[in-house]
T-cell receptor
Framework: DAGVIQSPRHEVTEMGQEVTLRCKPI?????LFWYRQTMMRGLELLIY????????DSGMPEDRFSAKMPNASFSTLKIQPSEPRDSAVYFC?????????FGSGTQLSVL | GQQVMQIPQYQHVQEGEDFTTYCNSS?????IQWYKQRPGGHPVFLIQ?????EVKKQKRLTFQFGEAKKNSSLHITATQTTDVGTYFC???????????FGTGTRLKVLA
């Protein structure tokens, strides 16, 4: 299995632009998580899905952030409009309900 | 909300010395996981503890789950340069697979 696949690996954008991060979970996994990692705040859980349904989005910072999971093999995290404080590494992880398998992350820089 | 703290934040040891990181949750956990993140990498699962007072070993690594299921520790015996990285605990409070990550302990091993 190829593992959790995230794209792009790096994203540089200007403040105010829309950013879309993509994730393909491991086939057969029924949980999908989006985490954000910064030096100041560590690894924060943004939202997680079970069987494509959002279970808890209490970690989503504000209305500028949205996440979707249209099917079992794809999820997106969208930031619109982006701000410099959104700069971070965004990780997607999938699971069968136990151990988490992380993707390689997307390094987002908002200028 | 739930908080998971780890101490110390940083630890520098000489190769061959022992290392311990402690994880404390503000709420009782249904289970706890440990992950290792190498510099520039993504978190990689190490182990899961479920039972009160549980102790598990993986070669030079010893993991403990507290009797009250609110704290945990990871001990590395005779550190090696390959142990360098950040160690995270991740707790699930309600058995809903909502894993909240601790603040992490960054380990540096000096050869």
């Amino acid at each position: 299995d190829a593992g959790v696949i995230q794209s792009p690996r790096h994203e540089v954008t200007e403040m105010g632009q829309e950013v879309t991060l993509r994730c393909k979970p491991i086939s057969g996994h029924d949980y999908l998580f989006w985490y954000r990692q910064t030096m100041m705040r560590g690894l924060e859980l943004l939202i997680y899905f079970n069987n494509n349904v959002p279970i808890d989005d209490s970690g989503m910072p504000e209305d500028r952030f949205s996440a979707k999971m249209p099917n079992a093999s794809f999820s997106t995290l969208k930031i619109q409009p982006s701000e410099p404080r959104d700069s971070a590494v965004y990780f997607c992880a999938s699971s069968l309900g136990s151990r988490l398998f992380f993707g390689s992350g997307t390094q987002l820089s908002v200028l | 909300g739930q908080q998971v703290m780890q101490i110390p934040q940083y630890q520098h040891v000489q190769e061959g010395e022992d290392f311990t990181t402690y994880c404390n949750s503000s709420t009782t956990l249904s289970n706890i996981q440990w992950y290792k993140q190498r510099p520039g990498g993504h978190p990689v699962f190490l182990i899961q503890l479920v039972k009160s007072g549980e102790v598990k070993k993986q070669k030079r690594l010893t993991f403990q789950f507290g009797e009250a299921k609110k704290n945990s520790s990871l001990h590395i015996t005779a550190t090696q340069t390959t142990d360098v990285g950040t160690y995270f605990c991740a707790g699930d409070t309600s058995g809903t697979y909502k894993y909240i990550f601790g603040t992490g302990t960054r380990l540096k091993v000096l050869a």
